[in-house]
């Protein structure tokens, strides 16, 4: 099984097909959707989201995404999608990010004028209020595309599922909604296991360089040489496909390995 550091390549690869030109890009198209997109929130008591495929970033949060899921808004707007991301349960998030990666790539791969004919529903976990996991149903859809034909804007509107079952792992489907046939294009019910495992030790370094110490005050702190600190660093990227101790923890935390 492919690590989350290898599925983030992978994806960067996927957005690598579209080239977009900044200064063609309108983006008073966004601000007109955003009102639009309150009032389907309010009207619709759903959670509404809107990822920007040129910045790689979610550009648009609907406000009652903290009194239906208990999301810090003033986090999603410092730290953004990896907010969003820090919400989903570790192995849901492993599924969730392979199938991003199938979905557009396959997207891509139809002619421009049916990029906006599919949407792809997912069921999955997320930490609510209460810090307990919760299932949710995301529907993702193309909101635009640019005047270089490019998938720019894609919509997502949340809601807790009806189905609160001890189910685990992550259910989806790929809908063409002009067409109401359903693509076998993921293998939707499948539990994704972290294949990663770090030694207790490994654990410990990684949760002082989440807390900002470098090599010598680690060394300190657990009692052993610089030399074997920076050993265990190496190791860690190396196990977690991380290019730096940044993205390290990062992973990490995506696949509950960190507390």
Not at 28 to 54: C, P, W, Y
Not at 61 to 80: P, Q
Not at 182 to 207: D, G, N, W, Y
């Amino acid at each position: 099984m492919k690590n989350i550091g290898q599925l983030n390549e992978e994806y960067s690869r996927v957005f690598e097909q579209q080239v977009f030109v900044e200064s063609k890009l309108d983006y008073r198209i966004l601000e007109h959707h955003k009102i639009l997109l309150q009032q389907l929130a309010h009207m619709g008591n759903s959670g509404v989201t809107v990822f920007d495929l040129f910045k790689k970033e979610h550009v648009f949060s609907s406000y009652n995404l903290e009194t239906l899921f208990g999301y810090d808004m003033e986090a999603i707007e410092k730290v953004g999608t990896d907010y969003f991301t820090s919400r989903i349960h570790p192995e849901d998030c492993l599924v969730l990010t392979r199938n991003g990666i199938h979905l557009l790539d396959f997207i891509l791969s139809l002619p421009v004028d049916e990029q906006k004919d599919y949407k792809l529903v997912n069921e999955y976990r997320i930490l609510n209020q209460e810090g307990n996991y919760i299932r949710v149903i995301e529907q993702h859809q193309a909101l635009e595309q640019d005047c270089l034909d490019n998938l720019w804007l894609s919509l997502a509107v949340i809601d807790i599922s009806p189905n609160q079952e001890e189910y685990q792992g992550v259910r989806c489907q790929l809908l063409n909604f002009k067409t109401g046939k359903f693509i076998p294009l993921f293998l939707s019910e499948a539990i994704v296991k972290p294949s990663i495992e770090l030694t207790r030790r490994e654990i410990e370094v990684l949760e002082l360089i989440r807390e900002g110490l470098l090599s010598k005050e680690i060394s300190n702190k657990l009692f052993i040489s610089v030399h074997t600190v920076n050993t265990h660093r190496q190791r860690i990227l190396e196990k977690l496909g991380a290019d730096n101790s940044m993205e390290a923890v990062k992973y990490a935390s995506q696949l509950g390995l960190l507390q």
